[in-house]
């Protein structure tokens, strides 16, 4: 049996589409592929496209704000940065731009800032705190993972600035020693 050899794209249903378009366009970098007044598809590689949305004032113009039952569907969607000078970066040009996680974490796993779009869609933007697969899985097993599945908050700002002083990328991917962090309301979980 074959699985899949990537994530292609996601598709979001919106009434807030051009709010939507222009908040892709700026986290992302992302440009416009296509549009028209009720479908636009969006990427920020070499792929076709990344993101689709879904102009649901158009094909449903009497619906509601959610046709979907609250406390169901998908919490967020994971996107991983080659390196954890890409991640802070990314997470200070968005501050510039007056957009700010919700949620900052260090996992064990992965070093990671959570954000929200417009229609409230979260996603993870994370770098790989072990060296490979095999590193991964075994922390997963471990004792420590076990006593502290969530993780610990962490401070980006703090990170960003150790970063650009040089500190080690090794260094800057160890967890810090401290309480498990709660999750915040705004995860939709708990």
Not at 3 to 10: E, F, G
Not at 103 to 120: C, N
């Amino acid at each position: 049996m074959a699985s899949p050899t990537k994530l292609a794209h996601v598709v979001y249903m919106t009434r807030r589409f051009d709010e939507m378009i222009t908040w892709y366009q700026k986290v992302f970098e992302a440009k416009v592929q296509y549009q028209n007044p009720a479908l636009a598809f969006l990427t920020y590689d070499d792929e076709h496209h990344r993101f689709a949305f879904a102009n649901m004032s158009v094909f449903r113009p009497n619906g509601g704000e959610s046709d979907v039952p609250s406390g169901v569907g998908v919490n967020h969607v994971g996107y991983t940065y080659a390196n954890l000078g890409d991640l802070l970066e990314t997470y200070d040009r968005l501050k510039k731009l007056g957009i700010t996680p919700y949620w900052r974490v260090h996992h064990g796993l992965t070093l990671s800032v959570y954000y929200r779009d417009p229609d409230g869609n979260r996603m993870e933007f994370q770098v790989d705190c072990c060296a490979n697969a095999e590193e991964a899985h075994a922390f997963m097993h471990s004792e420590t993972f076990a006593a502290n599945p969530v993780g610990v908050e962490i401070d980006p700002d703090a990170l960003l600035m150790r970063y650009r002083n040089g500190v080690s990328v090794e260094t800057l991917l160890v967890q810090p020693q401290g309480p498990p962090s709660p999750i915040p309301q705004e995860h939709g979980m708990f």
